[in-house]
């Protein structure tokens, strides 16, 4: 994956038909110019905020910020009952892209899957009962099966 930050040319370029503006917008007030590294601090205690903004993200911001946020998620430095979250909405994040927008995530999934395999098997690691969050090995097994046949 390339590692250079987004352009303002790579935030303009989106799927109007997909995306709201205002989603891109915010998004792009919480991520442009800023390096997957300075953006690590920004998942703690909004996990599930920044998990948003990347599911809006244009194609190339997506695929350059999915990586800090799986570095956040395998980093495992979380806030409060933040583990769960963060592993369920990595995991979702990534069966999301797979099944609505298959041509941003496909280019970079083979690069992620034993990250996505990973935490799947750890499901106890992330403290996320199956009750709540879903058993993380379906999901896993879901995402696989989507990444060979998409």
């Not at 997957?36 to 911001?61: I, T």
């Not at 997506?62 to 395998?74: C, K, L, N, S, T």
């Not at 992620?112 to 098997?121: E, F, Q, R």
Request: glycine share 4%; no cysteine.
């Amino acid at each position: 994956m390339n590692g250079k930050i987004p352009t303002e040319d790579d935030w303009n370029e989106y799927d109007r038909e997909f995306v709201l503006d205002l989603d891109v917008n915010y998004a792009r007030g919480q991520f442009f110019g800023k390096s997957n590294a300075e953006m690590l601090p920004q998942y703690k205690d909004h996990v599930l905020m920044r998990a948003e903004d990347l599911h809006w993200m244009p194609k190339k911001p997506f695929q350059y910020y999915v990586f800090g946020f799986r570095d956040f998620v395998r980093n495992g430095k979380f806030g409060f009952y933040e583990s769960s979250d963060a592993a369920s909405a990595f995991l979702n994040l990534i069966l999301q892209k797979l099944k609505e927008q298959p041509d941003h995530i496909l280019p970079v999934v083979p690069e992620l899957m034993n990250d996505v395999k990973y935490i799947a098997s750890n499901q106890a690691i992330y403290e996320a009962d199956a009750d709540i969050y879903g058993n993380f090995m379906d999901i896993y097994n879901e995402i696989r099966s989507l990444a060979k046949h998409t």
